[in-house]
């Protein structure tokens, strides 16, 4: 006999005839059946703000490619950005100060459907003006605490990434190139 949520328990025990189990299967689906996989619910500026050592608003000048790689069903695209900083809301930089954040796209390049649950990733752009909650890893670089921790303030002229064949785009005068 296959297992029953608590409640209709005693009355799969007590009748084990169909209509009996109908009903508990459909009060199982009506209760939200199993748990899914979602994505995190994104944090709000404030709790952000306290994961970060450094919290900054600025304009990415420059975006280089750094490598590909691919992680079980997923290909990933390892980019730095260059992030002047004009604003400092945490942390001990100055403003002009240039930071480099690493970052990843990722793919789905797996069979079959992509599986739910994983959390987009931040990208930066070159030109873009954002607000960038951040922790400092090894060495001078910086990666974005959470998957909400970047916010676009202005968008960039084009939303576009360097590829191997030109590994970098710099913001000159408001223009990629």
Do not use: H
């Not at 009903?23 to 944090?43: E, N, V």
């Not at 959390?119 to 873009?128: D, G, T, V």
């Amino acid at each position: 006999m296959p297992k029953v949520p608590g409640p209709c328990r005693a009355l799969t025990l007590a009748n084990s005839k169909g209509l009996t189990r109908a009903l508990c299967l459909g009060l199982a689906l009506l209760w939200g059946g199993p748990p899914s996989k979602a994505i995190p619910a994104p944090m709000k500026d404030d709790r952000l703000l306290a994961m970060a050592g450094v919290a900054v608003e600025g304009t990415v000048v420059r975006v280089t490619y750094l490598r590909s790689e691919r992680q079980g069903q997923y290909a990933n695209t390892v980019f730095q950005a260059e992030l002047r900083v004009e604003t400092v809301l945490k942390g001990n930089v100055k403003t002009g100060d240039i930071l480099t954040i690493s970052f990843a796209t990722e793919a789905f390049v797996g069979q079959g459907r992509q599986p739910v649950g994983r959390s987009p990733k931040p990208a930066y752009f070159p030109c873009e003006r954002v607000r960038a909650y951040l922790s400092k890893g090894k060495s001078t670089i910086y990666y974005t605490v959470y998957w909400n921790g970047r916010r676009g303030l202005a968008s960039p002229p084009v939303f576009r990434l360097p590829r191997p064949d030109g590994k970098v785009l710099r913001c000159v005068a408001g223009k990629v190139k």
